[in-house]
Antibody, heavy 119, light 106 residues
Framework: EVQLSESGGGLEQPGGSLRLSCAAS????????MNWVRQAPGKGLEWVSC????????YYADSVKGRFTISRDNSKNTLFLQMNSLRADDTAIYYC????????????WGQGTVVTVSS | EIVMTQSPATLSVSPGERATLSCRAS??????LAWYQQKPGQAPRLLIH???VRATGIPARFSASGSGTEFTLTISSLQPEDFALYFC????????FGQGTKLEIK
């Protein structure tokens, strides 16, 4: 079964850091681009970041550029999101999502991990 | 940034009836359009990609059409499990989502 499972969320103060992880199983992780998408409480979906299958190319939404870093370890089938300089408006559920194909829709999503930024 | 606008924000329909949801892009996205369903407390689920292609395992009562800037998702004969939140997403230029349409029971 194809699965994604996020972890690493929690409560952090403004200006702090968190590192999210997403464990993948049931597919050849190293052949697909991966994404992070977030959803603020009661709001819609916002794409955050994307990384190519090899990890050689990364892309970010303007709202997180310079603060967040996406990476992956294909030997461990794991995706990461390092979040620094956290702000209150980063509070959201963070989902990892798999590209269906190159630069395509997201066909597999994790269950999400909650990030709360508050003093 | 391509802005995706969904209408209506809330749609009230009776079980067994048809629901039609709309999504408009601020500029052409060709057929690079997806639809997702999200239920409370759950992750989004891919319904449609390529503007009109049902994803694996999606029932035939879900259909979609459109290209360029105007897109439609139709759910024929609504089932109880279809009442949920629906998002459109363009992936022609990066990725942006609509704000969602809540499909509720009338």
């Amino acid at each position: 079964e194809v699965q994604l499972s996020e972890s690493g969320g929690g409560l952090e103060q403004p200006g702090g850091s968190l590192r999210l992880s997403c464990a993948a199983s049931g597919f050849i992780f190293s052949t697909y681009a991966m994404n992070w998408v977030r959803q603020a409480p009661g709001k819609g979906l916002e794409w955050v970041s994307c990384i190519s299958d090899s990890g050689g190319h990364t892309y970010y939404a303007d709202s997180v550029k310079g603060r967040f870093t996406i990476s992956r370890d294909n030997s461990k089938n794991t995706l990461f999101l390092q979040m620094n300089s956290l702000r209150a408006d980063d509070t959201a559920i963070y989902y990892c999502a798999k590209d269906r194909w190159t630069r395509d829709a997201f066909d597999v999503w994790g269950q999400g991990t909650v990030v709360t930024v508050s003093s | 940034e391509i802005v995706m606008t969904q209408s209506p924000a809330t749609l009230s329909v009776s079980p067994g009836e048809r629901a039609t949801l709309s999504c408009r892009a601020s500029q052409s996205v060709s057929n690079k359009l997806a639809w997702y369903q999200q239920k409370p407390g759950q992750a989004p689920r891919l319904l449609i990609h390529g503007a009109s292609v049902r994803a694996t395992g999606i029932p035939a009562r879900f259909s979609a059409s459109g290209s360029g800037t105007e897109f439609t998702l139709t759910i024929s004969s609504l089932q109880p499990e279809d009442f949920a939140l629906y998002f459109c997403q363009q992936y022609n230029h990066w990725y942006t989502f609509g704000q969602g349409t809540k499909l509720e029971i009338k």
